[in-house]
């Protein structure tokens, strides 16, 4: 077996900086362009080099102003330690292995007090989103308009449906699609804006110290205040008990003061999900069709069963349920 090539990025890191002699440990990356490397000195604790496609302004890369954000709430990211903005290297505190999602293993109902932890955060993001909000941040200047979630819809279609499925969407069929898509979105668009971090799920919270630690939160954005709590509790690697599910938006509404309102956010909340679960749909599809990377397949089905069980939930998606009804079988 050959061993993985070290990225001439990081060998130049480690050379400009005297980290001489230390082992370098390639790790398993997430959907974007991004590569990671554990780098384990030899004396000192070990940390990770984040390394990007491509030269970066330190002081105006996304990670490095939120996780600036962050901090002021504050809540749990990893620290900082160094840069090289030429050769594109991000240097983080290692977090270790351990994501909430390897934590829970098959047990998610065993771990009712990481669940929430993990709301509990996702209030601290909006209630002291709101009180820190500042065009200092680049999340406030960036939001779930409608624009970006019907790009995704549309994301879904090509590489869900026609990339990764196969299917042939007649002009009658992709108009009545859009039109189901529009409506969706239009209202999602409308509601209140509060900070996301975006991506919030059990591969990005590391089980590190016997508390969780927040990654991966660069696309951090405005949207609706169900966002994070869909992508948490309707999780494409985890499955969540429907009563701790309950549990946990009904606890989010008593952190926010807003207990009498849980029918309401609940159909709102399911709107969310029924949007974000097709859009990784679209992302798996994509991931698997044109990046080639199988990885993806495995969360397919428990991502389909969310979709259906939203339709068939509310009436609201009876006529979005006809249309995608032959697409979203597990074969």
Known sequence: MTEPQIPPAVTGYLERFGVLDARVVPLTGDASDRRYFRILPPAGESFVLAVHAAPFDYATLPFVNTAGLFRAMPLPVPDIIGHADDLGVLALEDLGDVSLQAHLGSAADKHTALYVQAVTFIDIIQRRGRELASPQYLPYGVAFDVEKLTWELNFFLKHYLEAYRGAAIEPAEREALTGEFSRIVTELAAEPRVLCHRDYHSRNLMWRDDRLRIIDFQDARLGPDTYDLVSLLRDSYVDLPPTLLDELLAYFLTLQGRS????????????????????????????????????????????????????????????????????????
């Open 260 to 331: 009498d309102e849980r029918e309401r956010f609940r159909r709102r909340f399911d709107q969310m999900a029924l949007q974000r679960n097709l859009k990784a749909l679209g992302t798996f599809g994509y991931q698997t069709t044109a990046r080639r990377n199988p990885v993806y397949i495995q969360y397919i089905p428990r991502t389909l069963r969310y979709v259906r069980e939203t339709m068939e939930r509310d009436p609201r998606f009876s006529r979005l349920r006809e249309l995608l009804g032959p697409h979203l079988d597990e074969r």
